[in-house]
């Protein structure tokens, strides 16, 4: 079964204003227009079987519609599985964790830069220690800025895995977006048995030999493919990553299926608690 690790699709109501958002902040002209049918539609004409939708709430007050949204998508659309989202400024933390438990909820999305906090916020901890049990962490990791400068750069997530390393974490944009070289210093000297790395907004930044490079750095039963639709279109990323990359037959296909595993060992985990 092949998986698109890292999608977003939005409210049909707000998924204009959204897209306009992504258009503006990543200088970007968005392949599709943020539904989660056009989604679907795009990822059956790649040959795509699953997509893990990812859900944000960029304020407190959001945790509650996201997650509500999230939940809605896994119960209507066979193909999709939904992440849910948390908020350092989001009080009632423990009953939401439990909620989306409930819910059939396997992951959280924390995207720093939109959601406004430093990805090593220290009211995180509490959450990753309560959560790391139940559900997988995907983090947005990278921007076009200094580390210093960035709140959600490779050496915060390094510091994260060094105090919870029972936590099982997804690093977008292969550890760092436009940040792969402080990736490869912070997170490929010490590998880390529950740290993946999606491929997501990667190629149209790289020459076919840094992205050879940077996919050789680490693990390759770790690497999870992902489009960051609807920045990217399932079939166009596609062709790209296997333009610039040259993979096999079989690495390829070990790329477009290695979520299968993670995927099914949090489905496992949630149906024994």
């Given amino acids: 079964m092949r998986f698109d690790i890292h999608t977003h699709a939005f409210h049909p109501k707000i998924a204009h204003k959204a897209v306009a958002h992504l258009n503006d902040f990543y200088e970007v002209h968005c392949s599709g227009d943020g539904t989660v049918s056009h989604l679907l539609e795009r990822e ?12 944000a709430a960029t304020a407190p ?19 999709v599985i939904a992440f849910g989202s948390i908020h350092p400024g989001y009080e009632n ?20 830069d939109f959601q406004g906090f430093c990805l090593d916020d220290p009211r995180l901890w509490p959450v990753f220690e309560a959560a790391q049990k139940d559900f997988i962490f995907l ?17 915060k997530l390094a510091r994260i895995l060094d105090n919870f390393p029972g936590l099982t974490v997804i690093a977008a944009h292969l ?16 590998p880390r048995e529950n740290l993946w790395f999606d491929t997501s907004s990667v190629t149209p930044f790289v020459c076919g030999e840094e992205l050879r490079y940077f996919l050789q750095s680490f693990p390759q039963e770790r690497l999870l493919y992902g489009t960051d639709w609807p920045l990217y279109d399932p079939v ?15 690495a390829l296909e070990q790329l477009l299926t290695n979520a299968g595993a993670l995927l099914n060992q949090a489905a496992a985990s949630a149906l024994t608690d």
């Fill in 44 to 55: 059956q004409a790649a040959g795509f079987d699953r997509c893990v939708v990812l859900c």
């Fill in 61 to 79: 007050a959001q945790v509650i519609p996201a997650n509500n949204y999230a939940m809605s998508l896994q119960r209507e659309h066979e193909a």
């Fill in 93 to 112: 933390w423990e009953a939401e964790l439990a909620r989306m438990k409930r819910g059939g909820l396997r992951g959280i999305k924390l995207h720093p």
């Fill in 139 to 155: 983090f947005h990791v990278g921007d076009n800025l200094t580390p210093r400068d960035n709140p959600s750069c490779p050496y």
């Fill in 175 to 190: 550890g760092g977006y436009r940040m792969w070289e402080h990736a490869l210093v912070a997170l490929s000297p010490h």
């Fill in 236 to 250: 166009e990323e596609l062709e790209r990553l296997q333009r610039l990359a040259g993979l096999s037959d079989d």
